[in-house]
């Protein structure tokens, strides 16, 4: 038997669990011997069962005994906020575990190797690629102890992010400001610098078209050390401002991952932005271009660090969209040493889960 449409069905159920947190999304389905449907799981968020116990609750106690479960991601294999699947499908009797991807927690992994030594014969790798996609931002998380950050700044063509007088509202039309809100509402946590605040006084909200409130609202983020006025919009927002009184953006990565952030938006000025840029901190950039021209020393991004052309910090472009007379460019870092090959941005390629998203101080086009 192939495993492929199995851990596609898994794969769609574990679409079901929330994009945000600190917990990944997984789908699990049991199979009798002969290949047909048993139950179905998905995990639904931090303190419920995950997706394997989800679906072993379902069944008659012995239930499962012989059964093969596909699931997305190998089994945990630790005590969290619930105990460990691998020995939840070791109890319940299953022969076979077919799963997707490996767990890369340094506390969590280890499942296949705990089923292996009590004699369930486990297959790995099944939709790989797909699954490493669709668990992106979370893979990142688990591997490097940070969220996944996106990197968004609007500018000119020419790369200019406000006027030489420094205004800025509105370089982008209105589709393209929309768009910013509904990326908003996909992250976690929406990160900008002390200089952002004091010059634009952002609300830092996700809002519809008519300027509602989004069902789900970011995290405001404010980092750096100057006070911030007692009556800024920030302290509306319906969530709690966390402020990080530093410029250490590892310090600040590491603490918004401590805070269980899975995905943050950077939505700062050009300061901060080329410090995330700088740091080699960024996952994605999300690179807002209106067909206009404004020159000047207002510019997108400031110094990188780079000396020469050798140094530069190659993209690859993994979509372009267009926005009314706007474009978005979703671009990803290309490792050092990486082929100089160009990517086809006609059939688009999904990297790290971005699809989720559906699909002195000086005034820094912060859209409220």
């Given at each position: 038997?192939?495993?492929?449409?199995?851990?596609?069905?898994?794969?769609?159920?574990?679409?079901?669990?929330?994009?945000?947190?600190?917990?990944?999304?997984?789908?699990?389905?049991?199979?009798?011997?002969?290949?047909?449907?048993?139950?179905?799981?998905?995990?639904?968020?931090?303190?419920?069962?995950?997706?394997?116990?989800?679906?072993?609750?379902?069944?008659?106690?012995?239930?499962?005994?012989?059964?093969?479960?596909?699931?997305?991601?190998?089994?945990?294999?630790?005590?969290?906020?619930?105990?460990?699947?691998?020995?939840?499908?070791?109890?319940?009797?299953?022969?076979?575990?077919?799963?997707?991807?490996?767990?890369?927690?340094?506390?969590?992994?280890?499942?296949?190797?705990?089923?292996?030594?009590?004699?369930?014969?486990?297959?790995?790798?099944?939709?790989?690629?797909?699954?490493?996609?669709?668990?992106?931002?979370?893979?990142?998380?688990?591997?490097?102890?940070?969220?996944?950050?996106?990197?968004?700044?609007?500018?000119?063509?020419?790369?200019?992010?406000?006027?030489?007088?420094?205004?800025?509202?509105?370089?982008?039309?209105?589709?393209?400001?929309q768009r910013?809100?509904?990326?908003?509402?996909?992250?976690?946590?929406?990160?900008?610098?002390?200089?952002?605040?004091?010059?634009?006084?952002?609300?830092?909200?996700?809002?519809?078209?008519?300027?509602?409130?989004?069902?789900?609202?970011?995290?405001?983020?404010?980092?750096?050390?100057?006070?911030?006025?007692?009556?800024?919009?920030?302290?509306?927002?319906?969530?709690?401002?966390?402020?990080?009184?530093?410029?250490?953006?590892?310090?600040?990565?590491?603490?918004?991952?401590?805070?269980?952030?899975?995905?943050?938006?950077?939505?700062?000025?050009?300061?901060?932005?080329?410090?995330?840029?700088?740091?080699?901190?960024?996952?994605?950039?999300?690179?807002?271009?209106?067909?206009?021209?404004?020159?000047?020393?207002?510019?997108?991004?400031?110094?990188?660090?780079?000396?020469?052309?050798?140094?530069?910090?190659?993209?690859?472009?993994?979509?372009?969209?267009?926005?009314?007379?706007?474009?978005?460019?979703?671009?990803?870092?290309?490792?050092?040493?990486a082929p100089?090959?160009?990517?086809?941005?006609?059939?688009?390629?999904?990297?790290?889960?971005?699809?989720?998203f559906p699909?002195?101080?000086?005034?820094?086009?912060?859209?409220?």
């Amino acid at each position: 038997m192939t495993w492929e449409a199995p851990m596609r069905t898994a794969l769609e159920l574990a679409a079901n669990g929330p994009a945000r947190g600190v917990n990944p999304r997984v789908g699990c389905v049991i199979l009798d011997p002969e290949g047909h449907v048993l139950a179905e799981g998905w995990h639904r968020g931090v303190g419920t069962a995950h997706a394997e116990v989800d679906a072993l609750s379902q069944l008659p106690d012995g239930g499962a005994r012989g059964a093969t479960a596909v699931v997305t991601l190998e089994p945990c294999n630790h005590w969290g906020h619930t105990g460990p699947c691998s020995e939840a499908l070791i109890e319940a009797g299953v022969a076979r575990v077919v799963y997707g991807t490996d767990d890369p927690g340094h506390h969590s992994s280890g499942g296949a190797q705990r089923l292996r030594e009590a004699g369930v014969e486990v297959i790995g790798g099944v939709l790989r690629d797909e699954i490493d996609a669709f668990l992106g931002d979370w893979l990142t998380a688990a591997r490097l102890g940070r969220p996944y950050i996106v990197v968004k700044w609007a500018s000119s063509l020419d790369g200019r992010a406000a006027a030489a007088d420094g205004t800025s509202k509105w370089i982008t039309g209105a589709a393209a400001r929309q768009r910013v809100h509904e990326q908003r509402e996909a992250s976690d946590a929406i990160v900008v610098g002390t200089g952002t605040v004091l010059a634009d006084d952002p609300s830092l909200t996700a809002r519809g078209d008519a300027g509602e409130l989004m069902g789900t609202q970011p995290t405001p983020v404010v980092v750096g050390t100057r006070a911030i006025p007692k009556d800024a919009a920030v302290f509306r927002h319906p969530n709690p401002v966390v402020f990080e009184g530093t410029h250490d953006l590892d310090e600040v990565v590491a603490d918004l991952h401590q805070r269980g952030f899975r995905r943050v938006y950077v939505e700062g000025g050009p300061t901060l932005a080329s410090a995330f840029v700088a740091a080699s901190l960024v996952d994605e950039y999300a690179i807002y271009l209106a067909p206009t021209l404004l020159g000047g020393p207002r510019v997108a991004l400031g110094d990188l660090g780079v000396e020469t052309i050798a140094d530069q910090r190659r993209l690859r472009v993994i979509d372009v969209e267009r926005l009314g007379g706007d474009l978005l460019i979703r671009a990803v870092p290309v490792p050092d040493g990486a082929p100089r090959t160009a990517a086809p941005i006609d059939d688009p390629v999904d990297v790290a889960g971005a699809d989720i998203f559906p699909t002195p101080p000086i005034p820094t086009g912060q859209e409220g």
